[in-house]
């Protein structure tokens, strides 16, 4: 058979998975990418049987079961590494993660934030951005760095902030918008096309990402 020579993938998720089946619907269409493994801190996550339904392995590490972070992170990374990625795709995974788990995989971690970063880093980005009276909200695809939501973005994409909006409004629009481009940036990496640098900026097609990528 083959060599397969598509990109191994572990994607970490807490919750529904949406991004999770954007892409598997991507790595069905072609994407160069295999998803190895989904892992969730939690057993109720939805985005598990969106795997389990895929025959993509689904395993839980529950938080819970641990006294602190760094114990958690240090069995969480020997689980990935059972899976030996290319690439960790956190999917909505709702922890923070410690400096040491990140380190471990520098420049081979991206994530997806629903606000066009730097603007509202963390929680609730949705609903600070109608309360503070923005007219442009979006998403973006940044590198993990230790930074929380602060490493260096590749891709964003922009919603308009419309005056009938509430929360759950927006929060959908953005949605779909995260779903076109984490598969894009995911497939650019998979494909060798982008890489983090030695000088901490996103590389693309051999030329520095001086400021993030945007579509509308």
Same mark, same amino acid.
């Given at each position: 058979?083959?060599?397969? !020579?598509?990109?191994? #993938? ?12 954007? +892409? ?10 295999? #998803? ?19 025959? %993509? ?19 969480? !990374? ?25 380190? =471990? ?13 730097? !603007?509202?880093?963390? +929680?609730?980005? =949705? ?14 695809? =940044? ?15 922009? *919603?308009?902030? +419309? ?10 629009? *953005? ?20 890489? +983090? ?13 001086? !400021?993030?990528?945007? %579509?509308?």
């Amino acid at each position: 058979m083959p060599e397969d !020579k598509r990109l191994q #993938i572990v994607t970490l998720i807490s919750g529904g998975g949406s991004n999770l089946q954007a +892409l598997i619907d991507a790595q069905r269409q072609g994407l160069p990418i295999r #998803i190895a493994a989904v892992i969730s801190n939690r057993a109720d996550a939805l985005g598990l049987e969106r795997a389990r339904r895929h025959g %993509i392995p689904a395993e839980i590490l529950s938080h819970g079961d641990y006294p602190d972070r760094n114990a958690y992170d240090a069995d969480l !990374k020997c689980l990935i590494d059972r899976y030996d990625p290319g690439l960790v795709i956190l999917a909505g995974f709702m922890r923070i993660l410690t400096p040491e788990f990140v380190t =471990h995989y520098h420049g081979r971690m991206l994530n997806i934030h629903p606000s066009l970063l730097p !603007k509202f880093r963390g +929680l609730h980005t =949705h609903q600070r951005a109608l309360d503070t009276g923005e007219t442009r909200h979006g998403a973006s695809v =940044h590198f993990v760095t230790a930074e929380l939501d602060g490493g260096p973005v590749v891709l964003q994409a922009e *919603v308009p902030v +419309l005056p009938q909006d509430d929360n759950a409004r927006l929060a959908a629009r *953005v949605l779909e918008q995260e779903h076109r481009i984490y598969p894009t940036v995911v497939g650019w990496f998979a494909e060798g096309r982008l890489r +983090l640098g030695e000088d901490g900026r996103p590389w693309l097609d051999g030329e520095p990402i001086e !400021k993030p990528f945007f %579509i509308k």
